[in-house]
């Protein structure tokens, strides 16, 4: 069964940059897509990033566009965030995400979370 930790999460200045880390269980972890999600203080959960297994193919939302890089190590089984020129608001718990298919079970699979502040 696949399971997710994210770690990387602090706070930080409106202007800085922060890379977030999640470690993926499993050894299939090369076979499926994985995505960043975030959720802001009284909001809903939204898209952030997401890559294909092979990396060949990644898709951002419109805000975080030439900020953010999504990338991820097959070898290490983890998926990177780098975040630059953060803004007060990229503030959120940020979560990595697995889409439901036969390496996770046929259920979507969800990294606990991890705070990422950023001051103005």
């Not at 202007?15 to 203080?41: E, H, I, K, N, V």
Request: charge should be neutral.
């Amino acid at each position: 069964q696949v399971q997710l930790v994210e770690s990387g999460g602090k706070l930080v200045q409106a202007g800085g940059s922060l890379r977030l880390s999640c470690a993926a269980s499993g050894r299939t972890f090369s076979s499926y897509a994985m995505g960043w999600f975030r959720q802001a203080p009284g909001k809903e959960r939204e898209f952030v990033a997401a890559i294909s297994w092979s990396s060949d193919t990644t898709y951002y939302v419109d805000s975080v566009k030439d900020r953010f890089t999504i990338s991820r190590d097959n070898v290490k089984s983890t998926l990177y965030l780098q975040m630059n020129s953060l803004k007060p608001e990229d503030t959120a718990v940020y979560y990595c995400h697995a889409p439901a298919g036969l390496p996770t079970g046929f259920v979507e699979v969800w990294g606990q979370g991890t705070l990422v502040t950023v001051s103005s």
